[in-house]
């Protein structure tokens, strides 16, 4: 309230409304009448258990109606008691209650219990917000993201809210600069102080602000409320704490709407309601003893200030003004003197009525806002909906007197979108004219007669009844249509019933003729068969008699030849095992001899290999332990490379001389084995001949001895043979024993040689090692060599380095030791001319500029390093100049191994100036790269002190020649090994090598670091301002004509729709299009434009999703088709990108794309929990699957959401898992950096700063002649 002062106050008030009983009363402007009320219609009428129940109409008999009720009973009531029902009504209803088509009792009872059920607790009644108690904590609902979702919103833009009537008196207090009041109402127990908490930490969160000892304004206001209730509450039947003062809470802002201060007054009630305890209240206060005398009092409405007249007793007020507790003695201030007299008269019930006018007369001056708490139950638990209860508060606390108020005016009031949706039927012809919405509204309204309704810019509104006779005659023109489509359906049933037994009669004369023509057929088959199976059996006897007489016959001359044939086969059989035997033995025999010098080659050459092995080991040992200088230790090595190249070389003739030792036994054995084959033969020719002898001698003797001789003969060459059969196999055995020890034997060896072998490569390998050893220790003597003409060339610009290396003498450079003497002379034959590089003293004391005109010229050239790097120097070869520049500079003057310098502290100076206030996306990604690259050049050559040394590989044996050199080169001083060094780090990454940074460089790391952060941090910021309003241009599909859709061209306004919210979407690709250009274009690593975008898509998801869950409106099928297509253009956008650039970004929108999937899913009544939970939508919580399974609805073909049952498992599912309870289902944006500095010098990959161009100013001076020396 602004009362002529600066600062504006806001008044949120609380007081205390108990509930009373007033007499039933309806609204009869929207009672039924015969016109609106027919048979079929489905109606509202009263029952005494849950106040109003639904019925079907199915007899109408004068003014008495009766009604099938959904309970199954039959009800017969008057048609003034009678209500119509809203068919089409939303499943989830309807967030504010004016939008209900038929604004009546049942009407407003039926949406506040199906919102309830759906745990939506808050409904508007036009400007009145209704709060069911859900007597659960519902965290989600109050925490900090939903408090920045409702923060600047219409009232209406989002889902009702206790915030957003909090935040529309907010701004209209700051708008308007008139003070606001929210008056809190409701009964014991419907939550009015948890509402007051609530508003006052969301005006605390709007203008919150720091009060004393670190307490704000609305702690300290809740922390006093614990001490009023301590005061004035108590337990009832009604409430576990009810309130018993009315509070007045007073919030006080300044002219920036930041608050200043806040104030509670208190209201006593009347004394009577605590004169006694009822069971099982659990105390009433002394408070109201002590400022009266209580007296039995029933509790009535009726003369309340009557029953409350006793006296306030001074005594009384003077003992409560001297108590010690200053809340106590501050309730009752000493009065004036003038009115002390008149306040010993005054009554409990005057100052009542006092107070009560002076909060009138406030509360006149504000802008009022009201939040009506309704009490759901009487048993104080959560899901349960008591008709009776809730009804009686909705007549007392005045919402159905404000829907009686609007149904005097006009009650329902539709969008012309949502009338022609409705009533279009009414009046078909007229949408066939070329009429806009309104006027279309207009004809159908004229057509059928009604009067007295209102036309608006974008609504219809109507009276009260007028929708009722508008959905009559709409069931009439439905109940007609109906007829002709039942009419017609029967014809068509008919006659698809006669001509489908028509045709089966035809079939059927079909078939029975058949079956006729079929039994004949078989008659005559039959027959025929009779005589041919006649025929045949004559004939299979006859030729069954001859295959019996030609079979004897064959098998006796089979039977005799098989004999004669196996006698036959026993003789050759028992010939060729003789044959057989005797190869094998002479082969066995030619085998094990082979076998035997095998194995007696095989030892003299593992027992010689051995040897060498041995001596060649011992070598190497002798050689590791060399401690000789480095030229005698090449001389030794040269030696022993010579020393094993002969032994190879006599390794090889010794191989070559087995092999040919080899080839000449294998051509032996091969002549044996052919000697043998050749007495195979001539043994074989022999048995032949004895053989022929023998059938000769057989042949020429009578027959009965010839037999009996040949039996005889061949009985004893098998007894002979069997005999040596046996034999041989038992040497057989002992020679395969003998085989098998001699292999057991032969794979040791092989072992042992194998040993051998991997050892002789071993020294190899060490040898190799050795080499390249030497190699490297020549290569850095020629570096140094190259690095003393640098040094020469550089000994007059590196002034701060000049008087130091003067101080210092030769020996310091190399210690003199008996190994450096050595590495030096003799190893690499280094030669270090240290006059050469260091000034001579003599030109020294004759140098005209002191030190102090050193240390100005190397100022000089600081101010010019700085001087180039604030401006643009672009890129050489995808390489930010500026980074690579500075790098060289600062690595040159070697500034990291200061402890004092102001060249960082200049350099974090110029960055922050180019990017102050910098909103350009072309400069901010130009320093991003520049910055990056530096900070990846520091990352990987700072360390910090007492780290790791320079990363040398080096033998554990310090005593070699190379562990001499590193400590040689480790005892040198700082500004030698770094020129040691210096030749390598001008070329690329790889070569980089790590410097002992002081606190300076490791402190100028971090700035460099908090840099990057924040120019990433701006650039996407920036890019989330750009693209965010169009996001809430995108959310919801435009609206059509329903004139231009009903005519036909559906596609044509659907093009035109989606072509619309199209250009949207491709309006933020081109935001991201431009941004990637720029990045690219300024060579910003891939790994950070990936963040960028990642978070970015991250926002998108969570700004679309979110939108989703808090409008309703959003929650569409078509509304869902629409964000598929657009979600397909930025789809498209990340194939575009490629993976380089857009990385995970389509992922990350996930959230939003199962949300769009169940928005365009097809048959959802068919769908069961787990399809939805593990199927379909398993990114989703069970909040949010639940939160859009209510909030859809279908704008487009008129399904269903999910079946009840699977939103009453969801309902449980919730209620049993207290973690998912808590959570919300909104989604939080995630606005922190997603990298480390190690992160990206992990993701970057090489960079080549060598051939890096200077700028011309640069180039030109002689101060950065080093920056080119390398190129030249």
């Known amino acids: 309230m602004i009362h002529g002062t600066p600062s504006p106050t806001l008044l949120s008030v609380f007081p205390y409304f108990e509930c009373a009983l007033f007499s039933r009363s309806y609204i009869s402007a929207e009672r039924a009448s015969p016109g609106n009320i027919v048979v079929g219609s489905e109606v509202w009428v009263e029952d005494p258990a849950v106040v109003w129940i639904d019925g079907e109409v199915f007899q109408i008999s004068g003014n008495q109606v009766y009604v099938h009720t959904t309970n199954g009973n039959t009800v017969v009531a008057n048609l003034s008691k009678v209500f119509p029902k809203d068919?089409?009504?939303?499943?989830?209803?309807?967030?504010?209650?004016?939008?209900?088509?038929?604004?009546?009792?049942?009407?407003?009872?039926?949406?506040?219990?199906?919102?309830?059920?759906?745990?939506?607790?808050?409904?508007?009644?036009?400007?009145?917000?209704?709060?069911?108690?859900?007597?659960?904590?519902?965290?989600?609902?109050?925490?900090?993201?939903?408090?920045?979702?409702?923060?600047?919103?219409?009232?209406?833009?989002?889902?009702?809210?206790?915030?957003?009537?909090?935040?529309?008196?907010?701004?209209?207090?700051?708008?308007?600069?008139?003070?606001?009041?929210?008056?809190?109402?409701?009964?014991?127990?419907?939550?009015?102080?948890?509402?007051?908490?609530?508003?006052?930490?969301?005006?605390?969160?709007?203008?919150?602000?720091?009060?004393?000892?670190?307490r704000t304004v609305e702690q300290q206001v809740l922390e006093s409320n614990p001490v009023l209730e301590a005061f004035g509450n108590a337990k009832t039947v009604r409430n576990n704490n009810s309130s018993r003062f009315g509070k007045f809470v007073e919030i006080q802002f300044d002219k920036n709407g930041r608050i200043s201060g806040a104030a509670i007054r208190t209201y006593l009630l009347e004394k009577s309601r605590v004169c006694q305890i009822y069971d099982p209240e659990r105390n009433y206060h002394c408070f109201y003893l002590l400022c009266a005398a209580p007296h039995q009092v029933t509790y009535q409405t009726d003369h309340f200030l009557d029953k409350n007249k006793d006296y306030v007793v001074a005594e009384h007020q003077a003992l409560l003004q001297a108590s010690k507790c200053s809340f106590v003695s501050g309730l009752f201030p000493p009065l004036p003197d003038e009115t002390s007299k008149a306040s010993k008269f005054s009554s409990i019930g005057s100052r009542?009525?006092?107070?009560?006018?002076?909060?009138?007369?406030?509360?006149?001056?504000?802008?009022?806002?009201?939040?009506?708490?309704?009490?759901?139950?009487?048993?104080?638990?959560?899901?349960?909906?008591?008709?009776?209860?809730?009804?009686?508060?909705?007549?007392?606390?005045?919402?159905?007197?404000?829907?009686?108020?609007?149904?005097?005016?006009?009650?329902?009031?539709?969008?012309?979108?949502?009338?022609?949706?409705?009533?279009?039927?009414?009046?078909?012809?007229?949408?066939?004219?070329?009429?806009?919405?309104?006027?279309?509204?207009?004809?159908?309204?004229?057509?059928?007669?009604?009067?007295?309704?209102?036309?608006?810019?974008?609504?219809?509104?109507?009276?009260?009844?007028?929708?009722?006779?508008?959905?009559?005659?709409?069931?009439?023109?439905?109940?007609?249509?109906?007829?002709?489509?039942?009419?017609?359906?029967?014809?068509?049933?008919?006659?698809?019933?006669?001509?489908?037994?028509?045709?089966?009669?035809?079939?059927?004369?079909?078939?029975?003729?058949?079956?006729?023509?079929?039994?004949?057929?078989?008659?005559?088959?039959?027959?025929?068969?009779?005589?041919?199976?006649?025929?045949?059996?004559?004939?299979?006897?006859?030729?069954?008699?001859?295959?019996?007489?030609?079979?004897?016959?064959?098998?006796?001359?089979?039977?005799?030849?098989?004999?004669?044939?196996?006698?036959?086969?026993r003789l050759r059989k028992k010939t060729k095992a003789a044959a057989c035997i005797q190869a094998q033995w002479r082969c066995y025999k030619d085998y094990s001899y082979y076998k035997k010098l095998q194995k007696a080659t095989l030892t003299s050459q593992c027992a010689w290999r051995q040897r060498l092995a041995r001596k060649v080991i011992r070598q190497l040992r002798m050689a590791a332990k060399e401690t000789g200088a480095l030229k005698e230790a090449k001389d030794k090595l040269e030696k022993r490379v010579e020393e094993l190249t002969w032994r190879l070389q006599l390794e090889k003739r010794l191989r070559i001389d087995l092999e040919e030792t080899k080839s000449q036994?294998?051509?032996?054995?091969?002549?044996?084995?052919?000697?043998?084959?050749?007495?195979?033969?001539?043994?074989?020719?022999?048995?032949?001949?004895?053989?022929?002898?023998?059938?000769?001698?057989?042949?020429?003797?009578?027959?009965?001895?010839?037999?009996?001789?040949?039996?005889?003969?061949?009985?004893?060459?098998?007894?002979?043979?069997?005999?040596?059969?046996?034999?041989?196999?038992?040497?057989?055995?002992?020679?395969?024993?003998?085989?098998?020890?001699?292999?057991?034997?032969?794979?040791?060896?092989?072992?042992?040689?194998?040993?051998?072998?991997?050892?002789?490569?071993?020294s190899e390998t060490k040898i190799e090692q050795l080499q390249d050893t030497t190699q490297r220790l020549k290569e850095k003597v020629s570096n140094l060599e190259s690095e003393n003409q640098v040094l020469r060339q550089q000994a007059v610009s590196m002034a701060p380095t000049t008087r130091a290396l003067m101080t210092r003498?030769?020996?310091?450079?190399?210690?003199?030791?008996?190994?450096?003497?050595?590495?030096?002379?003799?190893?690499?034959?280094?030669?270090?001319?240290?006059?050469?590089?260091?000034?001579?003293?003599?030109?020294?004391?004759?140098?005209?500029?002191?030190?102090?005109?050193?240390?100005?010229?190397?100022?000089?050239?600081?101010?010019?390093?700085?001087?180039?790097?604030?401006?643009?120097?672009?890129?050489?070869?995808?390489?930010?100049?500026?980074?690579?520049?500075?790098?060289?500079?600062?690595?040159?003057?070697?500034?990291?191994?200061?402890?004092?310098?102001?060249?960082?502290?200049?350099?974090?100076?110029?960055?922050?100036?180019?990017?102050?206030?910098?909103?350009?996306?072309?400069?901010?990604?130009?320093?991003?790269?520049?910055?990056?690259?530096?900070?990846?050049?520091?990352?990987?050559?700072?360390?910090?002190?007492?780290?790791?040394?320079?990363?040398?590989?080096?033998?554990?044996?310090?005593?070699?020649?190379?562990?001499?050199?590193?400590?040689?080169?480790?005892?040198?001083?700082?500004?030698?090994?770094?020129?040691?060094?210096?030749?390598?780090?001008?070329g690329?990454?790889?070569?980089?090598?790590?410097?002992?940074?002081?606190?300076?460089?490791?402190?100028?790391?971090?700035?460099?670091?908090?840099?990057?952060?924040?120019?990433?941090?701006?650039?996407?910021?920036?890019?989330?301002?750009?693209?965010?309003?169009?996001?809430?241009?995108?959310?919801?599909?435009?609206?059509?004509?329903?004139?231009?859709?009903?005519k036909g061209n559906r596609s044509q306004a659907n093009a035109m729709a989606q072509q619309a919210l199209i250009t949207h979407w491709r309006g933020i690709v081109k935001i991201l299009t431009n941004y990637l250009k720029t990045l690219k274009d300024n060579y910003v690593p891939p790994f950070l434009v990936r963040k960028v975008f990642t978070q970015i898509f991250s926002f998108i998801n969570v700004q679309l999703f979110n939108s989703l869950l808090l409008r309703r409106e959003c929650c569409s099928f078509s509304n869902g088709e629409f964000l598929k297509a657009g979600l397909a253009e930025l789809e498209h956008w990340c194939r575009d990108a490629t993976e380089e650039y857009a990385g995970s970004s389509w992922d990350e929108l996930k959230y939003v794309r199962q949300a769009v999937r169940f928005l365009v899913l097809h048959q959802k009544p068919k769908k069961t929990l787990k399809e939805l939970t593990h199927d379909l939508f398993p990114v989703l919580s069970i909040q949010q699957l639940y939160r859009i399974c209510t909030m859809y609805w279908d704008d487009q073909y008129g399904t269903q959401s999910v079946p009840s049952e699977v939103i009453l498992s969801m309902r449980i599912m919730m209620t049993e898992d207290s973690k998912s309870a808590i959570s919300t289902f909104l989604l939080d944006d995630d606005s922190s950096i997603p990298f480390s500095v190690d992160d990206i010098s992990k993701s970057l990959t090489e960079i080549d700063i060598a051939d890096v161009d200077p700028p011309p100013l640069i180039r030109q001076n002689s101060g950065f002649a080093f920056l080119t020396q390398r190129k030249e």
């Open 988 to 1046: 690329g990454l790889s070569d980089l090598r790590q410097v002992e940074a002081r606190y300076p460089a490791l402190l100028f790391k971090q700035q460099l670091t908090a840099f990057l952060e924040k120019i990433y941090g701006m650039i996407r910021d920036n890019l989330k301002k750009e693209i965010a309003p169009l996001l809430r241009l995108v959310i919801q599909a435009p609206r059509t004509s329903h004139a231009s859709l009903v």
């Open 87 to 214: 068919t089409e009504a939303p499943p989830a209803g309807v967030d504010d209650m004016t939008k209900l088509s038929y604004l009546h009792e049942p009407g407003v009872l039926q949406n506040l219990a199906t919102r309830y059920e759906l745990n939506e607790i808050y409904t508007y009644t036009g400007n009145i917000l209704i709060a069911v108690n859900p007597f659960q904590r519902l965290p989600h609902l109050y925490d900090m993201h939903m408090m920045a979702q409702y923060k600047g919103a219409t009232l209406g833009e989002l889902s009702p809210h206790v915030f957003a009537v909090a935040d529309s008196a907010y701004r209209a207090m700051i708008n308007e600069g008139k003070s606001n009041s929210i008056l809190v109402s409701g009964e014991s127990g419907a939550g009015k102080t948890e509402t007051t908490k609530m508003l006052m930490r969301y005006l605390a969160y709007l203008g919150g602000r720091s009060g004393t000892e670190g």
């Open 809 to 986: 003498s030769k020996s310091t450079l190399f210690p003199q030791t008996s190994e450096n003497n050595n590495i030096l002379s003799e190893g690499t034959k280094l030669e270090l001319d240290l006059s050469s590089v260091l000034p001579n003293p003599q030109d020294t004391e004759t140098e005209e500029n002191p030190q102090k005109s050193l240390n100005e010229k190397q100022q000089e050239y600081q101010d010019l390093l700085i001087k180039c790097i604030s401006g643009d120097l672009g890129f050489s070869n995808s390489r930010p100049i500026a980074a690579c520049l500075t790098y060289k500079c600062l690595l040159h003057w070697r500034s990291f191994e200061v402890e004092r310098t102001s060249i960082f502290d200049r350099i974090i100076q110029a960055i922050g100036s180019a990017i102050v206030f910098q909103d350009s996306t072309e400069v901010l990604s130009y320093w991003l790269s520049n910055t990056s690259t530096l900070l990846l050049l520091l990352q990987r050559t700072l360390k910090a002190r007492g780290a790791g040394s320079y990363p040398i590989h080096r033998r554990r044996s310090s005593t070699s020649s190379f562990g001499r050199m590193s400590q040689g080169l480790r005892g040198s001083p700082r500004s030698t090994r770094l020129s040691f060094f210096s030749g390598r780090t001008a």
């Open 665 to 762: 036994e294998i051509s032996k054995l091969q002549d044996m084995l052919h000697a043998m084959q050749v007495q195979a033969k001539e043994d074989k020719s022999m048995l032949i001949k004895e053989y022929e002898a023998a059938q000769k001698a057989i042949k020429d003797a009578p027959p009965s001895i010839k037999e009996t001789h040949v039996f005889v003969q061949d009985t004893e060459k098998l007894e002979t043979l069997t005999a040596e059969v046996e034999h041989l196999k038992a040497l057989l055995l002992i020679e395969k024993q003998e085989t098998d020890a001699a292999k057991k034997e032969n794979a040791e060896i092989q072992v042992r040689y194998n040993e051998l072998v991997k050892k002789v490569e071993d």
């Open 352 to 569: 009542f009525k006092l107070q009560l006018q002076a909060l009138t007369e406030t509360l006149n001056c504000t802008q009022p806002h009201f939040i009506r708490c309704v009490k759901p139950n009487n048993v104080l638990k959560p899901a349960v909906f008591e008709n009776f209860n809730v009804i009686q508060q909705l007549r007392c606390g005045g919402v159905i007197e404000v829907i009686r108020i609007s149904c005097a005016g006009y009650p329902t009031r539709k969008t012309f979108c949502e009338f022609l949706l409705r009533f279009d039927l009414l009046a078909p012809k007229v949408l066939d004219g070329n009429y806009d919405d309104k006027i279309a509204c207009q004809k159908i309204l004229d057509k059928i007669g009604l009067k007295g309704y209102q036309v608006g810019k974008t609504k219809l509104f109507l009276r009260a009844g007028q929708m009722a006779q508008l959905d009559a005659r709409r069931a009439e023109i439905l109940g007609k249509a109906a007829k002709v489509i039942q009419r017609q359906i029967r014809t068509y049933i008919a006659r698809k019933y006669f001509l489908m037994l028509r045709k089966k009669s035809i079939r059927l004369q079909a078939r029975w003729r058949g079956r006729m023509a079929y039994k004949f057929y078989k008659h005559v088959q039959r027959v025929s068969a009779v005589l041919k199976i006649q025929k045949n059996l004559r004939c299979c006897f006859a030729r069954k008699s001859f295959c019996i007489l030609r079979s004897s016959a064959v098998t006796l001359q089979t039977g005799i030849r098989a004999m004669l044939a196996r006698n036959e086969f």
